[in-house]
């Protein structure tokens, strides 16, 4: 027999989403009563997701609590053997009422439900969620990579605000200004980096050459190690070789023992979602058929390119549940990316904000794309807030935004906010919500150190980090399209979803550049997909062409933009 639990919790939150944007019938308040008087194993979830909107809704409260007495209030007398539970939280069992009462227009009855529910309340949680904007802090730091095996009259420093002496690393960037240092990657590779250069420890198998020259051997011939530079990658199972970068970003390989597979970089993206397949249940990733689950308020309609996109309409389970592509812990899975990303959508906005945050509605934050693995998040989303504890990197304040967040190695969690001001060439919010399809592309360059956003072809805000900063992303949490589902929920529910229509979704684990930019948008234009609507042609090229074996004593250099052999 069908389970019909995850139904029933989603006609929960879907009530609770109309309580708490005022929209409630009494019909509906009357389902809801008897949905959580029959289930009470959904209401510590239905309460959480209340208190979100009550933290969104910070100013209001403020101004509550500030008032004598509330226009109605409900007044509830446990039974005594109770009274200890209900005395410890005792302000929280008051302040529910008395809050809800003003945010969810008068629907106070429901709590009724929840005076007697020992040991519901706890301090820690409330206090998390009373924050205006949702973060889940909870991933733990990425584990360490490599160590200084040996050096000789060296000198390097760790990349980023903080710069550090040390010979334990995590996933960042090292610049070694003098001398030479052997690295030993735990995954077993030892690299010896000579000066000047700058490299980075992407994963315990896996390095960055950004300049400068290294050499590497090991003794585990069987697990491969990667070395990624700007046109090519490096798979190496034992192999000694020596590897420079020059200044026109050029790879030069000289094979020094055994044999060496090389690669262009991937031009394709990592992921595809055209919504084209033929029904909700068939829809899937159009590079490597990864499944998508849809939640039941994603509908499928007419495409913007092609004949299907995915409408949705800002409740709780508009959502589109992507996977974690296999990570668990923070730099693993397929959405673990380090030198460069770009996530690319065609979106027709409806986003429900005002335009200032004063007079925006208490829930208003639509995600184009999401994956909350803590302070290691990636997120491309519309916003309006006050940004109070939120790093903008430049800042520009408050208002409504375009959302680009991603973690940088050695500076932490940023976000790009683009304002919608029409200045400086930035779109204006109306312009975003004229009903017209836009495509909007967010990039960020370890090569280059540019985060940049481009509408309709254009860019129109930049800003320019240090060369080799690299991304530190991945883990357990969930990839979204069109809202925020946290990493130990196993539910389509989500907590900011997206109000509009979204299509032709690619996730990219490189930087586009702004021609090949221009370019996805005149094909959009001229009724194409990015790929001209030759996908599959590019997939079978891409894979025919897949390594160049090097053996002892070859040499060769490659180029930066093509990864193809300089003759």
Not at 8 to 36: F, K, N, V
Not at 549 to 562: H, I, P, Y
Request: glycine fraction near 10%; proline fraction near 6%; aromatic fraction near 10%.
């Amino acid at each position: 027999m069908t389970d019909p639990a995850p139904d029933i919790r989603e006609q929960i939150l879907e009530l609770a989403d109309a309580q708490c944007s005022g929209t409630i019938t009494a019909e509906e308040m009357e389902t809801l009563e008897g949905l959580l008087s029959a289930h009470p194993e959904y209401r510590r979830e239905y309460l959480s997701y209340v208190f979100v909107h009550i933290g969104l809704a910070g100013t209001a409260q403020a101004r509550l609590l500030q008032s004598p007495e509330p226009e109605e209030t409900t007044v509830v007398v446990p039974p005594a053997e109770e009274a200890t539970n209900v005395v410890e939280r005792g302000y929280l069992v008051m302040l529910i009422p008395i809050v809800c009462s003003a945010i969810c227009l008068g629907a106070v009855g429901i709590f009724l439900l929840m005076g007697d529910f020992p040991g519901l309340w706890e301090p820690e949680m409330v206090l998390q969620e009373r924050s205006r904007y949702y973060f889940d802090d909870s991933a733990s730091p990425p584990e360490e990579v490599a160590s200084v095996n040996q050096f000789a009259r060296a000198r390097w420093e760790l990349l980023g605000n903080n710069p550090l002496v040390t010979d334990r690393f995590q996933p960042g960037t090292v610049k070694v200004t003098s001398g030479e240092v052997e690295f030993a990657f735990s995954g077993g590779a030892d690299v010896n980096v000579a000066s000047p250069s700058l490299f980075g420890f992407e994963r315990k198998d896996q390095g960055t050459l950004f300049s400068g020259s290294v050499s590497t051997h090991r003794s585990d011939r069987k697990a491969p190690f990667r070395l990624e530079t700007p046109g090519i990658e490096l798979i190496d199972r034992g192999t000694e070789y020596e590897v420079s970068v020059n200044e026109a970003s050029e790879t030069f390989v000289h094979v020094l023992d055994g044999q060496l597979e090389v690669k262009p970089r991937g031009r394709l993206p990592r992921f595809f979602w055209n919504f084209d397949q033929g029904t909700d249940n068939e829809l899937t990733d159009a590079i490597g058929e990864s499944p998508v689950q849809a939640g039941q308020n994603a509908l499928r309609v007419r495409g913007l390119i092609g004949p299907g996109a995915v409408e949705f309409n800002n409740r709780p389970a508009a959502s589109l549940r992507l996977g974690n592509g296999g990570g668990q812990e923070v730099g693993t899975g397929d959405y673990a990316v380090s030198t460069g990303i770009t996530i690319e959508a065609l979106v027709v906005s409806k986003w429900q904000t005002a335009e200032t945050p004063q007079a925006r509605p208490p829930f208003d934050y639509d995600e184009i794309f999401r994956k909350e693995d803590g302070s290691y998040r990636i997120l491309l989303s519309f916003q309006n807030d006050d940004k109070a504890g939120i790093t903008q990197i430049p800042k520009v304040g408050d208002g409504p935004c375009l959302s680009f967040g991603l973690y940088l190695s050695g500076l932490g969690y940023s976000e790009l906010d683009m304002p919608l001001d029409g200045k400086e060439g930035r779109p204006t919010l109306t312009e975003i919500r004229d009903g017209e399809p836009h495509h909007i592309v967010a990039t960020y360059n370890g090569w280059t150190g540019e985060k940049a956003i481009y509408i309709d072809g254009i860019k129109r805000m930049s800003h320019r980090f240090p060369v080799g900063t690299m991304i530190i992303s991945g883990g357990a949490a969930p990839a979204v399209i069109g809202n925020l589902i946290s990493a130990n929920s196993e539910t389509l529910v989500g907590h900011e979803p997206f109000s509009g229509v979204i299509d032709e979704v690619a996730f990219y684990d490189y930087a586009l550049d702004p021609g090949t930019i221009a370019t996805h948008f005149n094909l959009f234009q001229a009724g194409k997909d990015y790929f001209d609507c030759q996908l599959p042609e590019f997939l079978r090229q891409e894979k025919q062409g897949e390594y160049l074996l090097l053996n002892k004593g070859q040499k060769m250099k490659f180029s930066a933009e093509t990864g193809k052999p300089v003759l």
